[in-house]
């Protein structure tokens, strides 16, 4: 039988074996949504210009390269303004993935649908992405829904692999947009207000 000091110093032995081997851990820093989700009725490229901006200044200052995942769909309005806000993450180091076209469900649509919105997902990414070829292709499903079925789930994951994609889902999820919609209207509604009785003051 160990004695009871022997044994402690048995298990300080084995603790402090296992804390060495522990493997060291790394992060990856995404975005979802680009170029810039609007809430309210903000103005859509200033916001857009200085929240971009914030971001890659914070990531250059602790030198974290990301991947933001690009729904192309929001390029139809203020095209050229919008694009460029993509120009910015590539310039400043950062990957462009295929976050699909339009942000459907893949579980309310068929294969052939959502490998529509793949397609047309990544034609503007791919054109800003030509400076840093050879590049990994990543994609990241709408809400991680891979599909309702087996089958649809492995004849996507083989039509993303014969594009090149690697699947990169996230694994920790802040749903910081639950939380940002209520707080972007309220500063919204709390600016219009400043302004609406800053009117009034000035009128009478």
């Excluded at 339009?102 to 030509?130: A, W």
Aim: hydrophobic fraction near 40%; charged fraction near 25%; proline fraction near 4%.
């Amino acid at each position: 039988m160990l004695k009871p000091t022997l044994l402690i110093v048995l298990l300080m032995v084995l603790i402090t074996s296992a804390q060495g081997q522990t493997a060291r851990r790394t992060m990856a820093v995404t975005f979802d949504d680009l170029p810039y989700v609007n809430f309210g009725n903000g103005v859509y490229i200033k916001n857009a210009r200085a929240a971009t901006a914030k971001i890659l200044s914070t990531l250059k200052k602790h030198k974290v390269p990301a991947v933001g995942f690009v729904n192309e769909a929001q390029l139809e309005y203020s095209r050229e303004e919008r694009i460029a806000l993509l120009r910015q993450w590539v310039e400043s180091g950062m990957i462009l993935g295929n976050h699909t076209y339009s942000h459907p469900d893949f579980n309310t649509l068929t294969v052939e649908q959502f490998q529509e919105e793949i397609t047309k997902g990544d034609v503007v990414t791919r054109q800003l992405m030509r400076s840093r070829q050879p590049y990994q292709l990543y994609f990241r499903h709408p809400m991680t829904h891979t599909g309702d079925t087996k089958e649809k789930k492995e004849a996507i994951e083989k039509f993303l692999e014969t594009r090149g994609y690697k699947v990169t889902p996230h694994t920790i999820e802040n749903s910081d947009f639950i939380f940002n919609v209520p707080y972007a209207t309220a500063r919204t509604m709390r600016h219009l207000r400043s302004v609406c009785v800053m009117s009034t003051w000035l009128t009478r």
